[in-house]
């Protein structure tokens, strides 16, 4: 597949743990992990003093996205709650954490969902939502693809219901580093626009 060009997801670190993520990544070249959650097994210490073993040492390092699913991992017994959920260390030392659903039938869950567990569960808000869609948005295969950020007051799109987002505009990601989408709308505006300005 990498001779072709593909660009892989593997599921693994979720089940089978330590040797699925290092499968994956050394064996299939995987750019993504499907969950990837079980990387903390690689992960020793006090809060505040974690030490990264060498498998997670280079995930973060190649910047591998880890799609977590933390509904999803409290119902197949990762964890006994998402508040014991490690999404937040994760992000704290610096894996690319994105949040995601896995099968929203099964886990009975969606997107909104999931933000409300982690805002009840870590006090996440507006910008630790927007800092992971960040990583998504760059951890992605579509590149220069919008992707629409919540901005604080938001203009209501027409024909979906109860959605809000604004007006993207190219800015600065949370590292600083240029690049990237954010959304912003326009003073007394109408609908949103869906249109991304340099």
């Known amino acids: ?21 290092w499968e994956a990544v050394q064996f299939c070249g995987a750019e993504r992990l499907g969950h990837g959650v079980r990387i903390v097994d690689d992960i020793k210490g006090a809060v505040g003093e974690e030490e990264l073993g060498r498998l997670a040492a280079f995930v973060r390092d190649r910047r591998i996205p880890l799609e977590l699913c933390p509904t999803s991992n409290v119902g197949t017994g990762i964890c006994a709650s998402v508040a014991e959920h490690p999404i937040g260390m994760l992000r704290r030392l610096r ?9 929203r039938l099964m886990s009975a869950t969606s997107m909104t969902y999931e933000m409300e567990q ?14 992971t869609f960040h990583e998504y948005s760059d951890g992605s295969f579509l590149m220069g693809t ?27 990601r949370p590292d600083g580093r240029a690049g990237g989408q954010h959304a912003d709308s326009a003073a007394g505006a109408g609908p949103a626009r869906a249109a991304a300005t340099p």
């Open 146 to 172: 919008p992707i629409m950020y919540f901005a604080g007051d938001t203009q209501p799109i027409e024909g979906v219901d109860g959605d809000r987002v604004r007006t993207v505009r190219r800015r600065r």
């Open 1 to 21: 597949m990498r001779r072709e060009n593909f660009h892989t997801t593997i599921h693994a670190g979720e089940a089978f743990g330590l040797p699925s993520i």
């Open 95 to 103: 894996f690319r954490v994105t949040l995601n659903t896995d099968n």
């Open 118 to 131: 982690l805002r009840d569960a870590f006090g996440w808000g507006i910008d630790d939502f927007n800092t």
